[in-house]
């Protein structure tokens, strides 16, 4: 049984009884069935498909706070140096990380590679 969702017997209203996370379950299929009060009783099943929306609820982390490096004055254009890595726990686009130097490049020295 489905323990995410819940249905009043009388409007036939369809709730959340706990939260949903898109990370551990995207889609959810239930049968529903509708019981008249008559004597024999009818009833007859439908079936409910529900998808999960993402939403971008995690910020990146970068994998360490700080990275220290030292380069030689005669580097070159396009030389690397330094890679920094980030994670992030979204799936899909949420998920994916993008870089950029937002201070301390004021002579336009280093630029971000995108790969």
């Given at each position: ?20 996370n ?28 529900l ?12 994998t360490q706070?700080?990275?220290s ?20 726990d ?10 950029s130097?937002?201070d ?9 590679e995108?790969?």
């Open positions: 049984t489905n323990n995410d969702l819940t249905i009043d017997s009388t409007t036939g209203d369809v709730t959340l009884s706990n939260p949903l898109y990370e551990e379950t995207e889609d959810y299929t239930v049968i529903i069935q509708a019981t008249d009060l008559g004597s024999p009783s009818n009833s007859v099943n439908a079936t409910l498909s998808t999960v929306n993402a939403v971008n609820e995690f910020e990146p982390d970068f706070s700080y990275w490096v030292s380069i030689l004055e005669n580097s070159t254009y396009g030389d690397v140096v330094a890679t920094v890595a980030a994670t992030d979204d799936s899909y686009a949420d998920g994916t990380v993008a870089f130097i937002t301390g490049n004021g002579e336009a020295k280093f630029q971000m995108t790969t």
